[in-house]
């Protein structure tokens, strides 16, 4: 007599375990039974020691069944290089809460319905996209190296008020901002350097649009842009000096990183600030921003 025991597909499994379908698949991968290939799932030797196997299906294909009374044993994790922004909390003496708010604001990762996932931007520093097995809730994992990376170091001595009055010492790109005095007050209270950016200032301001002035850019070359807008993560330019050689080549190595970087960029001429009604507002709206 034959004494195979009972196998059920992994939907079948999941509904007898009270489980979503995609949240058991979660769980199977994250302790190693199974493996994604494309939109495929294969098993592993761990999942086949487990006692998972292929069926095969003229509606369905391949697929794979298990022991009804299957008990998923988590392997004790080894990569204690990830961290969570919990644990990235802790080390800034901060809550996770505001390490994702700095993460968002440095463009790293951005807002899901629930929970977080990773951006470009931050997948090139290692973010690593996960989600909770239970309840599909994404977050993100980082290496241990963000620890030390400039951009979040100086977010969280910005937000925290450590070395406010540290000023950068670069001598190629951002000694501009030390030669030309921000002595020019606008609405918000915002000193800037020329009356250009004190009329885009403003004009931000009365609009309503969240911005900082003089950000420096989630990256390691030493670059701070003109403003910052949180809301759609751009980044605006004002190009004066135009015709000084000097001003041209600073102009070139900023466009080139924007660029390197794939940040969104708004750029402004003079003409520009001079219809900033009819010419900012389009801009936004690139960025899904409105600005009235």
Same mark, same amino acid.
């Given at each position: @007599? &034959?004494?195979?025991?009972?196998?059920?597909?992994?939907?079948?499994? %999941?509904?007898?375990?009270?489980?979503?379908?995609?949240?058991?698949?979660?769980?199977?991968? &994250?302790?190693? +039974?199974?493996?994604?290939?494309?939109?495929?799932?294969?098993?592993?030797?761990?999942?086949?020691?487990?006692?998972?196997? +292929?069926?095969?299906?003229?509606?369905?294909?391949?697929?794979?069944?298990?022991?009804? &009374?299957?008990?998923?044993?988590?392997?004790?994790?080894?990569?204690?290089?990830?961290?969570?922004?919990?644990?990235?909390?802790?080390?800034?003496?901060?809550?996770?809460?505001?390490?994702?708010?700095?993460?968002?604001?440095?463009?790293?990762?951005?807002?899901?319905?629930?929970?977080?996932?990773?951006?470009?931007?931050?997948?090139? !520093?290692?973010?690593?996209?996960?989600?909770?097995?239970?309840?599909?809730?994404?977050?993100?994992?980082?290496?241990?190296?963000?620890?030390?990376?400039?951009? !979040?170091?100086?977010?969280?001595?910005?937000?925290?008020?450590?070395?406010?009055?540290?000023?950068?010492?670069?001598?190629?790109?951002?000694?501009?901002?030390?030669?030309?005095?921000?002595?020019?007050?606008?609405?918000?209270?915002?000193?800037?350097?020329?009356?250009?950016? @004190?009329?885009?200032?403003?004009?931000?301001? @009365?609009?309503?649009?969240?911005?900082?002035?003089?950000?420096?850019?989630?990256?390691?070359?030493?670059? +701070?842009?003109?403003? =910052?807008?949180?809301?759609? $993560?751009? +980044?605006?330019?004002?190009?004066?000096?135009?015709?000084?050689?000097?001003?041209? /080549?600073?102009?070139?190595?900023?466009?080139? *990183? =924007?660029?390197?970087?794939?940040?969104?960029?708004?750029?402004?001429?003079? /003409?520009?600030?001079?219809? *900033?009604?009819?010419? *900012?507002?389009? @801009?936004?709206? $690139?960025?899904?921003?409105? %600005? =009235?």
């Amino acid at each position: @007599m &034959e004494t195979v025991t009972s196998k059920i597909s992994t939907s079948q499994l %999941a509904k007898a375990k009270g489980l979503a379908a995609r949240n058991l698949f979660n769980e199977l991968a &994250e302790a190693g +039974y199974i493996t994604r290939d494309n939109k495929e799932w294969l098993l592993t030797d761990i999942g086949k020691a487990a006692q998972g196997e +292929y069926k095969q299906s003229s509606q369905f294909g391949q697929y794979i069944v298990w022991p009804k &009374e299957l008990e998923i044993i988590t392997a004790p994790s080894f990569d204690s290089k990830k961290l969570s922004a919990t644990q990235i909390s802790a080390h800034f003496n901060l809550t996770s809460q505001k390490i994702n708010q700095i993460l968002d604001e440095l463009g790293w990762i951005n807002k899901a319905v629930k929970g977080w996932k990773v951006s470009q931007s931050g997948s090139r !520093l290692g973010g690593i996209q996960k989600e909770d097995s239970r309840t599909g809730v994404p977050y993100v994992v980082w290496d241990e190296t963000v620890l030390t990376n400039s951009s !979040l170091k100086h977010s969280v001595n910005e937000i925290t008020g450590i070395n406010a009055e540290v000023k950068s010492t670069d001598n190629s790109v951002s000694n501009f901002r030390q030669k030309f005095e921000a002595k020019h007050r606008s609405a918000d209270g915002h000193y800037v350097r020329s009356k250009a950016e @004190m009329l885009i200032d403003n004009w931000l301001y @009365m609009a309503g649009i969240v911005h900082a002035y003089e950000r420096k850019l989630p990256i390691e070359e030493d670059l +701070y842009c003109d403003f =910052y807008l949180p809301t759609g $993560k751009v +980044y605006i330019e004002f190009w004066g000096l135009e015709d000084d050689p000097k001003y041209a /080549n600073r102009k070139k190595i900023k466009q080139d *990183l =924007y660029a390197k970087y794939g940040f969104n960029l708004i750029e402004l001429n003079d /003409n520009d600030v001079q219809n *900033l009604d009819d010419v *900012l507002p389009r @801009m936004l709206l $690139k960025f899904d921003i409105k %600005a =009235y």
